[in-house]
């Protein structure tokens, strides 16, 4: 893979990086030999990336021309974005406080060199910087809040390579030299068509599949030809290494696994579970709302206000479930029995939202579930309820799960035919994902719960019926649609 370090005048790099080739940036823009050029990687220490410069267009087109700019354009944008820089902050905050915590001063500045520092103590906070903010050469800024006591990134730039101390260029070289070292390496060692990136948590308590689970994705995945990385949330500035992303962490859209969903569709990847789908799933008034006007049955729903407070136990009866719009893994999701109960309890959720969900209570001894992707169904699972209570999980009064109810999977062809029909008509409301939709049965009718992005494939539990074939069926639809955003690049 070609490396090209971009500068506007080659008399502006102080530096040589072994093993790469220094472009001036007027010719990077309009030489034909570049825009022909395939697979190159572009680091563009151009003096400015200001909206239509120089610097801008080049990461511009090289994202334009199938190369991987460094910085691209999204991390161009990041950089000005102080809600994005806030977020940072704010995610990084412990390795801050302990990074700087040495510094008498009230302001400090942090040079990034290739994701290092000259300084061995600021090496891990420059290492996760960089990783949010992949760009070559980078200048943070803090300043300590006397009111907090405590360390914030105020802002993060890109430097000039110019404006390079003399002092700091030779470990300028060892760091480029060693980050080069480093990609030529990993470029070796892969014979893959495409780079897939699973973002995953694996400190969380619960995730939508376990540890095992991840690995069967990502065995299915190399065996069709994609190379598997797992990322976290530090890994926003490199999206754009990759070809498409799979979020296998509870999503929501005050979240970075929606910032991370954003990104990916805006730099071009494939991306399960993209924004949208996201944004729909995670909020039960929407989902309410489409149901209901596309006529798929569901037990009778009231979306909540101030204003019609009153009307919900008349509408629905007692006892009756409330939801927070966000709720997920059975959290957020109430059981009203009492008059008094329900007041109290509305009045507490409409402190957080201006809209919640009241329904009807079906008494069931188990729920459906619909493993579903690109409007296929892939799974049927039966979730019991746990012991003595009238959810699949029971959680204790802080929240933490205290059992499961036990769990069934069945073949997709024995399944009810009206169930997968209520469910793909439920999941097509919503796009082409991978989704997993909770339907109640009563009798011969089947009343859809909810649509969830992000569905849970366990192992021993959603593939005990298809084992590998199910990670298998999954990996095909996402190497598919690579190929078919590939070809559609190529040929536009």
């Not at 190379?227 to 500035?237: F, H, M, P, Q, S």
């Not at 009064?397 to 469910?423: C, F, N, Y």
Request: net charge positive.
């Amino acid at each position: 893979m070609p490396v090209l370090i971009v500068v506007n005048d080659p008399r502006d790099l102080p530096l040589h990086f072994e093993g790469s080739e220094l472009v001036a940036a007027r010719s990077y823009l309009t030489d034909p030999r570049f825009a022909s050029m395939k697979g190159a990687r572009v680091f563009n220490l151009c003096r400015s990336y200001r909206y239509q410069s120089t610097g801008y267009y080049v990461s511009l087109l090289a994202s334009a021309r199938g190369h991987k700019p460094i910085p691209n354009i999204i991390t161009i944008q990041d950089l000005k974005s102080q809600s994005i820089v806030r977020v940072a902050s704010e995610d990084l905050d412990e390795l801050i406080q302990k990074s700087l915590s040495t510094i008498h001063s009230r302001e400090f500045v942090l040079s990034i060199y290739f994701g290092r520092n000259v300084a061995k103590r600021h090496e891990q906070l420059s290492h996760h910087l960089f990783k949010l903010f992949e760009s070559p050469l980078l200048r943070a800024f803090f300043l300590f809040n006397e009111k907090s006591g405590k360390w914030q990134l105020q802002n993060i730039s890109h430097i000039a390579v110019n404006d390079i101390p003399e002092e700091h260029r030779a470990f300028v070289a060892e760091a480029a030299g060693e980050y080069f070292q480093k990609r030529r390496s990993l470029a070796r060692k892969r014979t893959t068509r495409y780079d897939l990136a699973i973002l995953y948590n694996t400190a969380a308590e619960e995730s939508p599949s376990d540890l095992k689970a991840i690995g069967r994705f990502a065995k299915a995945a190399e065996s069709l030809g994609l190379a598997v990385e797992l990322i976290d949330k530090e890994d926003y500035g490199r999206l754009a290494e990759f070809d498409a992303l799979f979020i296998r962490e509870t999503t929501s859209v005050l979240h970075y696994t929606y910032r991370f969903a954003r990104k990916a569709q805006a730099e071009g990847l494939v991306v399960v579970d993209d924004p949208d789908s996201i944004l729909k799933c995670t909020n039960k008034v929407f989902l309410a709302e489409i149901l209901d006007r596309n006529k798929v049955l569901t037990p009778k729903t009231v979306i909540v206000h101030r204003d019609n407070v009153r009307d919900v136990m008349g509408i629905l009866g007692l006892p009756c479930i409330l939801k927070r719009p966000d709720s997920s893994f059975s959290q957020g999701v109430v059981k009203v029995e009492n008059e008094a109960d329900l007041g109290g309890t509305v009045a507490r959720m409409l402190e957080r939202s201006e809209l919640i969900i009241a329904q009807q209570y079906l008494a069931t001894s188990f729920d459906w579930r619909v493993g579903i992707f690109d409007r296929q169904p892939l799974y049927v699972s039966k979730y019991y309820m746990a012991r003595k209570h009238w959810q699949i999980i029971k959680r204790d009064q802080e929240g933490r799960k205290t059992e499961d109810g036990r769990s069934e999977t069945i073949p997709v062809e024995h399944a009810p035919t009206a169930l997968i029909r209520t469910a793909l008509r439920a999941a097509n409301l919503i796009g082409d994902g991978l989704y997993g939709v909770d339907i109640k049965q009563d009798g011969d009718r089947f009343y859809v719960i909810e649509v969830n992005d992000n569905p849970s494939i366990d192992t021993g539990v959603e593939d005990t019926v298809l084992k590998d074939e199910l990670y298998l069926r999954i990996m095909r639809v996402i190497v598919r649609r690579i190929d078919q955003k590939k070809e559609m690049r190529y040929t536009t």
